[in-house]
């Protein structure tokens, strides 16, 4: 009998899906049997009609440790180039999964991000930490460079001269650091972290849910567009929107114009009165 793959687990609570890192003892490092089930947690999250955001935490004092020396590194190499192809698909695959989820995503970093974790924690759309998380590229502590897409995430995210220290020095920052550097967008302290990201995925579930995922793919398409070329994906992007949901923008319409029950600039319009 093949033993049950918990290393990653969920729950799922008004229209919440928790998602979590589970190898605690392990500091939540990706292992290739984690990066398997992760991918499948994905699989069975994405399209559930009671799921509105996801959030991607870790059990215990780690967000994640990064990828697994042992199980992602030694053992896989030891097999040759094959089974290290695969560990990467399988990691790589669940991360871009992640980036171009169906539903808004929200990592919440409790502890610990290391390396390879800078993976899925650009993969979600927005990130908070605890003050007093830990967030490091070590590659350069142990003998190599920020791969896995580290090194570009940094450089997304940070300033050239930050990104440059940051992968140099093999120092880690806090969660405030994180915060300041942008890496995340908040950082609170740990007690407060799951009251606030539970606060941010409220507001997230009153957005018309097609609005979400054609904005969050447009911000992550349009940065390495022309102007022009922009311009005009963001025209198709919303038409093909709006063949996925023709009623909610025109009740968005219809609620302030007509029914002045909202104002646009002021908050949503109630999503729940036209469910598209
Ligand atoms: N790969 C493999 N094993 C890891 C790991 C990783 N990335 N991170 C932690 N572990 C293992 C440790 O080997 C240890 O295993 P053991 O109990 O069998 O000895 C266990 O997890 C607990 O780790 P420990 O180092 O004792 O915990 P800590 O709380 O004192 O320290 C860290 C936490 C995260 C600072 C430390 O574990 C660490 O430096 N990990 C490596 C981080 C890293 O460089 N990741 C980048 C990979 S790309």
């Known amino acids: 009998m093949t033993e049950v793959n918990n290393t990653a687990t969920y729950v799922v609570e008004n229209r919440i899906a928790w998602v979590k890192f589970n190898r605690p ?16 947690v994905l699989d069975e999250l994405e399209y559930r009609d009671d799921v509105g955001v996801l959030i991607l935490t870790g059990e215990g004092t780690a967000w994640s440790a990064g990828m697994d020396l042992k199980e992602y590194f030694r053992e896989t190499e030891a097999k040759g180039l094959g089974a290290v192809r695969q560990a990467q698909r399988e990691s790589y695959g669940w991360w871009r999964r992640l980036r171009w989820y169906n539903k808004p995503t929200i990592a919440m970093v409790n502890g610990w991000c290391f390396g390879g974790g800078y993976g899925p924690l650009f993969a ?86 097609v609005a979400l995922k054609a904005t969050k793919d447009a911000v992550r398409r349009v940065g390495e567009m022309t102007y022009d070329n922009a311009e005009d994906y963001l025209v198709r992007a919303q038409e093909a929107a709006n063949s996925f949901d023709n009623d909610g923008r025109k009740e968005g319409i219809k609620q302030f114009i007509d029914d002045k029950t909202y104002k646009p600039g002021l908050g949503s319009y109630d999503v729940a009165a036209s469910p598209g």
């Open 25 to 40: 003892e392990k500091r939540n490092c990706m292992s290739p049997r984690l990066n398997q089930r992760m991918m499948e």
């Open 124 to 209: 979600c759309d927005l990130a908070f930490a605890a003050e007093e998380a830990q967030f490091g590229l070590s590659e350069i502590n142990w003998g190599i460079l920020p791969g896995g897409g580290a090194t570009k995430v940094a450089v997304e995210l940070l300033s050239m001269r930050d990104a440059m220290y940051h992968a140099l020095m093999g120092e880690n920052i806090d969660g405030k650091k994180a915060a300041e550097w942008k890496l995340v967008n908040e950082a609170v302290p740990l007690e407060r972290l799951k009251d606030r990201v539970t606060e941010v995925a409220n507001v997230l579930l009153k957005k018309n849910p």
